[in-house]
């Protein structure tokens, strides 16, 4: 089995680590592993609720650094719901401090926790493993102990990195009866290896922030290694590593202790696809709600951890006040499937996720296109969290010329203008025929908006790699882009664009091949 060319690396880390340090969020990295907590912002000082900074045992003998907010007057005279919260992946126990005042202001305990390996908790980073999950129950314990917190009933929720802790707890820990997993992963190998392709920036990004602001452990630094430098004789072992740590895995345990749990997720996500959230959240059988807007990763929430306006925060707590409180608040009598679509359209509402994709249109794709591949041809999908950012703020995503893309690299199929809107909502197929003259290669599928002048919109992409094949024998694939809701304007039509190299992802295309694609079809699911 050859190895891929090595790209150029991108830069994804480096900027993504500085915007972070120059926004405040992470500051210095850490310099020593001081037992004593961290002083709380001066904004912390002033809070209303009772907060408290602690040390909390976490397992295994490590300690966990975390703070506690209680509801103002709680004199011990009576039990209140809990919150637990532990951090993003390389953020501090200061990170939900707006969040957990307003909780506490509505009459929950709310303890947050630095994840281990991280800032000044013990121990070292085990990418949301089994001492990960140990840690959540150690922390629950923790609570009931200290706080006047009522045992039965107990909430977690987190961004990113707590999501999947969260997740993975309620599977582990029956006495957890809500959740709120906020751009988060139900299926890790799905999220950042999907179709055997490596999605570099994301790995990249997490590698660098861990090494930044915690201690990774020896698993995690030789997963990284193998999976960077393409070690598919490694294959099996990472496939293993990321089951271990995917609330998929876990789905029967998950159910048979009914948590009530609420999805939240973004459109660009560069970290953790919507798609796998949805195929998820299909398969739960307790109460559920799976919420999908514009943004990148974390971005649909971030605003809400300074303290702003933010609807899957407030939907967070309805969600809590109904499901540990019993407030008869209505959020279980909406549809469970709510979508904000990417222009600036209301909120769609659907009973189920198959509901969303239900009315599909076939796109034929006539005729074939051979390409050489190891040049990037212009069209990307983007950098990680600043293009979901910048098409949720500003409605600027990854963008190109289509007549200017160079047709020896990149394929291109397109239909006519469409007469009336075409409003794309889940997730868009591709099925095609694919023969290369080598037995390894990479492709990346863009899905475009096209205007009268030819620039064009993404909407939609995916990788996808393959390895032992027959070269010179043609091979079907299909392919599932990333989910969407993108509404394309009267009179613009949709290009299918493949090419072979992405900054965002690990290419495996020996150098000099070539690549013959089609004909086949799209499959689009686009709502009346």
Request: aromatic share 8%; net charge positive; proline share 8%.
């Amino acid at each position: 089995m050859r190895h891929p060319r090595q790209a150029q690396r991108t830069t994804a880390t480096v900027v993504a680590s500085a915007a972070l340090l120059a926004a405040g969020v992470l500051g210095p990295a850490p310099t020593a592993r001081a037992s004593s907590p961290a002083a709380p912002p001066r904004a912390a000082a002033a809070a209303g609720a009772d907060l408290r900074f602690t040390d909390i045992p976490g397992s295994g003998g490590i300690t966990l650094k975390g703070n506690v907010f209680t509801p103002t007057g709680a004199d011990g005279s009576r039990r209140y719901p809990v919150i637990v919260l532990p951090t993003s992946w390389a953020m501090p126990q200061f990170e939900y401090i707006a969040q957990a005042r307003r909780l506490a202001d509505a009459g929950y305990v709310v303890v947050s926790y630095t994840a281990r390996g991280f800032w000044l908790s013990g121990g070292k980073i085990e990418t949301a493993g089994p001492p990960d999950v140990a840690d959540a129950s150690k922390v629950i314990d923790w609570t009931l102990a200290h706080t006047p917190a009522d045992p039965d009933r107990i909430g977690m929720a987190g961004i990113s990195y707590g999501a999947g802790i969260s997740l993975l707890a309620s599977g582990s820990d029956k006495r957890i009866k809500a959740v709120v997993a906020m751009s988060g992963w139900a299926d890790l190998i799905e999220s950042i290896y999907g179709e055997r392709t490596q999605h570099r920036q994301a790995a990249e990004l997490l590698g660098g922030l861990g090494a930044l602001t915690g201690r990774p452990g020896d698993e995690l630094k030789g997963i990284l290694k193998d999976f960077l430098g393409s070690n598919l004789a490694k294959e099996k072992e990472m496939l293993e590593w990321g089951a271990k740590r995917s609330p998929a895995t876990r789905l029967k345990e998950i159910n048979d202790n009914g948590a009530a749990i609420m999805l939240g997720n973004a459109w660009g996500d560069s970290l953790f696809p919507p798609g796998q959230y949805a195929k998820f959240y299909e398969r739960l059988t307790g109460p559920k709600r799976l919420e999908l807007r514009p943004g990148d990763h974390a971005t649909a929430e971030g605003t809400g951890l300074l303290g702003l306006p933010n609807d899957t925060w407030n939907n967070a707590h309805r969600w809590f006040d109904r499901h540990l409180k019993g407030a008869a608040n209505g959020i279980d009598r909406e549809l469970p499937v709510q979508l904000k679509p990417r222009s600036d359209g209301p909120y769609e509402s659907y009973p189920d996720w198959a509901a969303v994709e239900r009315t599909r249109k076939a796109v034929p794709l006539t005729g074939s296109r051979t390409i050489r591949a190891n040049v990037d041809s212009g069209a990307n999908g983007g950098t990680a969290i600043l293009s979901g950012a910048l098409d949720q703020f500003l409605k600027l995503p990854p963008m190109v010329s289509v007549p200017l893309l160079p047709r020896s690299y990149a394929a291109v199929w397109q239909t006519g203008p469409y007469a009336a809107p075409q409003r794309v909502r889940g997730t868009v197929g591709l099925h095609t025929t694919l023969t290369s003259d080598k037995e390894s290669g990479t492709v990346v599928a863009y899905l475009y908006d096209v205007g009268p002048l030819g620039v064009g919109r993404l909407v939609s992409h995916a990788p996808y790699t393959f390895h032992g094949r027959t070269p010179g024998t043609p091979f079907d694939v299909d392919l599932e882009l990333y989910a969407t809701a993108y509404d394309v304007p009267a009179g613009h039509r949709l290009a299918l664009v493949v090419d072979t190299v992405d900054p965002l992802y690990i290419e495996h295309n020996p150098a000099g091949a070539r690549l013959t694609l089609g004909p086949g079809r799209l499959s689009v699911p686009v709502r009346d």
